[in-house]
Every structure is written in structure tokens, then in C-alpha cells.
């Protein structure tokens, strides 16, 4: 069965309890790893400036503390390219098993996948 390591671990728990009950029970069925949480403001400037995120401080659910949003990748993930066929197929089957776990746990989310431009993506809605 899959579990998270230490650094997921980590980055989870800088986030909501409701996003932690969640991807516990998500590992549970497919494999992922949590590669962030919260992000600090030199952190969400950086990713602003590097066009990872659109977002500049106070504007992304990462900023809040706790965090109402972490991003994630397949595990393992041996693609160097992430928007390669492989790539968004393994994050689709990851979003695909999220979406189940949302239902069945009667939350309300949101995955950057289906933007089509945040595909580790994942966050509280509202």
C-alpha cells in the first residue's frame, strides 16, 4: 500500500485538517507525493515570477495558514517532461481517484488538472 514519506508528510502538515483527512485517505488508493503546502511570500513571488503560479502573495490558497491547498505529483514520477502524454496521464489517474475520495468523503474541491494549466494542483473551494 502507498504511503507518504517524511517531506510529504511535512507539506501536509502545514494544511487544513480537512485537506490532511483527505489525501490520507486518497494514499490509501494511488500513489502521490505532497511537494507543497503553504507558501510564503518570497516563495509565492517566485513562483509568480517564474509563471508557476498566477497568483502574486494574498492572492493563492497556498498563502493562508493553515494551507487550503497543496500540490502534489504521481509517484514515482521518472518524466522529465510534464506536459508530456505520460505525465498528464499519470496526474489524471491521481485527480481521478481524488475525485472519488471528494465524493465519498462529501467535501468541496477544486483541481488545478482541470484548468488545464495547474495540473498538481488541488484546493478548497469558496
Not at 509568480?48 to 502534489?72: C, I, M, V
Amino acid at each position: 500500500m502507498p504511503y507518504f514519506g517524511k517531506r510529504s508528510l511535512q507539506n501536509l502538515s502545514e494544511c487544513t485538517y480537512t485537506l490532511q483527512k483527505f489525501a490520507q485517505e486518497v494514499i490509501k488508493h494511488v500513489d502521490f507525493a505532497v511537494i507543497e503546502g503553504h507558501r510564503a511570500r518570497a516563495e509565492q513571488e517566485l513562483a509568480f515570477t517564474r509563471k508557476l503560479s498566477k497568483a502574486r502573495w494574498g492572492q493563492s490558497k497556498h498563502n493562508y495558514t493553515p494551507s487550503e491547498a497543496f500540490d502534489f505529483i504521481p509517484w514515482p514520477f521518472p518524466y522529465k517532461d510534464w506536459d508530456s502524454q505520460e505525465a498528464i496521464d499519470a496526474f489524471s489517474d491521481v485527480v481521478e481517484v481524488m475525485k472519488i475520495v471528494e465524493v465519498q468523503l462529501g467535501l468541496n474541491l477544486e483541481y488545478g488538472f482541470d484548468w488545464g494549466w495547474d495540473k498538481p494542483h488541488v484546493q478548497e473551494k469558496g
